[in-house]
Every structure is written in C-alpha cells, then in structure tokens.
C-alpha cells in the first residue's frame, strides 16, 4: 500500500512540475511514505528522519536548502511530534491529503511549516493514475478501496487511513487494461480488506447476501454494506481484460470469504491459486479479544471449504504473539493451528501497543518483551518446519513462474514467483521457445517459463527450468 500511495503521490507532483531523483545530494525535497501498524515501523522513520536532518543541516551550509515532509499514516497520527517537538519536518500530509502537496511544498518553500492530515469519506484518487514504478516493468499494484470499517482491537489503521471507501469499478478496469497495454505480466489488486468491496453506484441488489457468511461462525463489528458491485463481480472483470496476466489480491479478511469469489478462482487460470488468509491467533479467545469476528473453528471450516473449491490452493497468513492477556495455552492453540492448516507463507510479529485503538483504551499490554520475543521465535519455528513439508510436496512438480530477476545470492540465477506465491529459484540459461522446439532465447524479468521443482524449504522452491511458457499454455505436472 505504501508502495501504491507513493506512485500517487508522485503522478501529482509530477504534473505538478517536479522531476524524480534518486541522489540525495541533487535532492530539494525528500519525501518519507510512512506506515504507523508496528513500532518497529515507526522507529525506523525516526532514524532516517534524524539522518535526513543532518544531511540538511550540511546542505545549508552550501546556500542550499532541504524540504524534508512525510506522508501517510506516521503523518497523520504524529503531528504534534515531527511539527513541533522534534522539529524535524517541514511538510506532512495524511494518506488522504497528496493532492495537497503541491501546495504543502509551496508554503515550505516560503519557510512555513506546511500540514494536511484530515481524513476524507470519499478520497479514493480514482481519477489519478499513478506513476507505477513496476519491478522491471513486469507487475504492479492497484488500489481498489481506502481505509478500514473492521475495528479489530490491535490495528491502528481506522484511524490513520480512515473508514472504508471502495473506489468506481470503471477506473480500476480502465487502469488495469492501460498496465496490460503496457505489457506488465502481473497485478495485485490492493485493500485494506478486499472481500468486502463495493461499487455503490452500481444498483445491484441481492437479499441473500449478508447472511450468507454469519451462518458459517463470522460477525462484523459495522453494518455491511448492501448493494452495490461486489468484490466478485470485480475481479470477473479484471480477470477477462487479459487472459496471460496474472491477478493476485491482499488483503481479505476470513469474515468476508463467500464461494463467489472461491468458484471463480478456481475457474480462472489467471486468477493466482493464493489466498492470503490472516488468522493472528489460533485462540478463540484471543480472537474474541482482538475483535477479529470469527472464532478457531470458524477459521478451520474456512480452510476446509477453500481447499475443497480450491484443490491445491497456496495460503498464507499473519500471526501476532503476545497479544495482551495471552496465556502459555492460547500461544499454544496457535501453534496447533500452525500445523492444522499448513501455509505455504507465513508473516510473524510480536504485539506492539498502538494509541488509540480499542487495545489501548480497554486492554493491557501485560505479556512481558521476553516471553513476546520466545513465543515469536517459536511460532517461526514451527510454521519454517510445516511449511518445509508442504513445499516439499511440489519436489517433482513443474510450475509456472514469472520471472522477477536474479536472485540474491547468485547472479548466475534467476528467481521469480509460482502461481501460489512460493519464491522459485533456477539456473539461469538460454531456453527453447516452446516445448520440442530448436529456437531458443534468454530468459528476462517478465517471462514466464516453467520449472522443473528438485529441491524446497520452509521459503523457496529450486529447479531447472524447462522452456517459456505463457498463461495460456500453462501446464503443470
């Protein structure tokens, strides 16, 4: 999301008459996309801030100046702080606010200290196309919606983005077909919660679907929303403006999961076999604590349903340790559910209090740093072993990647993604053009070619790969 807001941000400065550098010291301005859900997060924006002010403070010294600003959440839900007790910023504006910023910048040109951060009920930036700086020109993010209704007990978001706003199905159709035209290979469909959204100035109506969801164990803590283009109808769309482009989407939440969307993932070959499905706690009283609107068994039925529309569907998911009030016994649910479901992902974090949440105001962070910091470890643990079996099942396979680039460790090997997400790593070497043909060609970052699995852990996948390939051809063994 972060990386979605700075393209925004840039397609408004950049009509604006701005140019990008990527050399601090040709810099007049440096701007920081800021996110407040960790501390961690936040820390880390502190030290470049501190290291940005002394990079000014010797800049000025050569009669030139530095207009330091943040953007997004941080901004928003510490102004007091960057403005007036640290001093370290001359500009902020609010995930709602980057249509402002030309002006921002103006009044800091002029020596104010310059902010926008007012939330908005109907800021989506349908009409502003982002600048999309693509990995190598082959995938891109696209926002669908703003903001949160969810109000889970730990999450700051609400409060820093705002209440939930689903942007006109029309835009994000008309952006996705400019990326196709383009030539990129891969776009994920960006939300805070992507299952509940809604196109609400289309007039479709259904009675049914509401209750759907609450009889399998799922609440809400809001009123959903009725009518409407929903997220399924959304994703058909998508889905049909180019057959041989892949379509992955985060976040959803596990309350808003109807088989609509499951069928058509399912049907789809280029809707991706990957759900990211957070669970946070394998406790259902921890789940009640965190106001998640599902309990354990809720969660597990879900699971179940998924992988009988979806056979062989790739999951990951997030899990917080420490929650306040989690006992040695709630921890141990979740390591139960760890190895109940098996995710091919997983994401882990230690709770760190945020103000302003239901948490904060209601419940005590009473789970000491250290037994924080074990529990983590030992979620890690037990998800790098499961998650090593299930990617060991694909050993044999032959899956279809889309290439990134080189790999890390080796620039005589190029990694790229499976259709479930999984990071795969091969060998780089000239391929046939297709399969039993003579021609052959190198292989590039956007390519999809298919690999032959020998080898897995608990993050990647190895293999050769065999010859490109595309989406239409697509073949797995």
Known sequence: MNTNDTEIA?????????????????????????????????????????????????????????????????????????????????????????????RLLSLAHGGQRASNVLLSLEETYADVIPVHQTLEGHSAFVSIMRGCDNMCSYCIVPFTRGRERSRPMSSIVEEVRMLSDQGVKEITLLGQNVNSYRDLSKLQFSCSERNTQLSRGFQSVYRTKQGGLRFADLLDRVSLINPNMRIRFTSPHPKDFPDEVLQLIQERSNICKHLHLPAQSGSSRILHAMRRGYTRE????????????????????????????????????????????????????????????????????????????????????????????????????????????????????????????????????????????????????????????????????????????????????
């Not at 099942?393 to 460790?409: A, D, H, M, P, Y």
């Open 298 to 477: 809720a969660y597990l039925e879900l699971v179940e349903n998924i992988r009988k529309i979806i056979p062989g569907v790739s999951l990951s998911s997030d899990f917080i340790a420490g929650f306040c009030s989690e006992t040695e016994e709630d921890h141990q649910q979740t390591i139960s559910l760890l190895k109940e479901v098996g995710y091919n992902i997983g994401f882990f974090f230690t709770y760190s209090m945020r103000k302003k949440t239901h948490a904060y105001h209601r419940l005590e962070d009473n789970v000491p740093a250290p037994v924080k910091k074990r529990r983590l470890e030992e979620l890690i643990s037990v998800f790098r072993e499961k998650a090593t079996k299930v990617n060991m099942t694909l050993i044999g396979n032959t899956q279809l990647v889309l290439v990134e680039g080189k790999s890390k460790r080796s620039s005589e090997e190029l990694c790229g993604r499976n259709d479930g997400n999984v990071k795969v790593i091969f060998p780089k070497t000239n391929l046939p053009v297709q399969p039993e043909k003579t021609q052959m060609a190198c292989i590039t970052p956007g390519d999809y070619v298919l690999v032959k699995i020998t080898s897995a852990n608990s993050q990647s996948l190895r293999g050769h790969a065999l010859n490109h390939s595309s989406l239409n051809d697509r073949k797995t063994a």
């Open 10 to 102: 840039w397609s408004i400065l950049q009509k604006a008459g701005y140019s990008r550098t990527l050399e601090l010291q040709k810099a007049d301005v440096v701007l920081l996309v800021t996110c407040s859900i960790r501390e961690k997060a936040e820390q880390t924006i502190w030290n470049r801030l501190k290291h940005l002010t002394a990079s000014k403070k010797r800049i000025q010294k050569h009669k030139r100046s530095l207009t330091i600003g943040v953007l997004g959440c941080m901004a928003e839900r510490l102004k007091s702080e960057l403005l007036d007790q640290e001093k370290l910023v001359d500009v902020l504006a609010g995930p709602d606010a980057y249509r402002d910023l030309p």
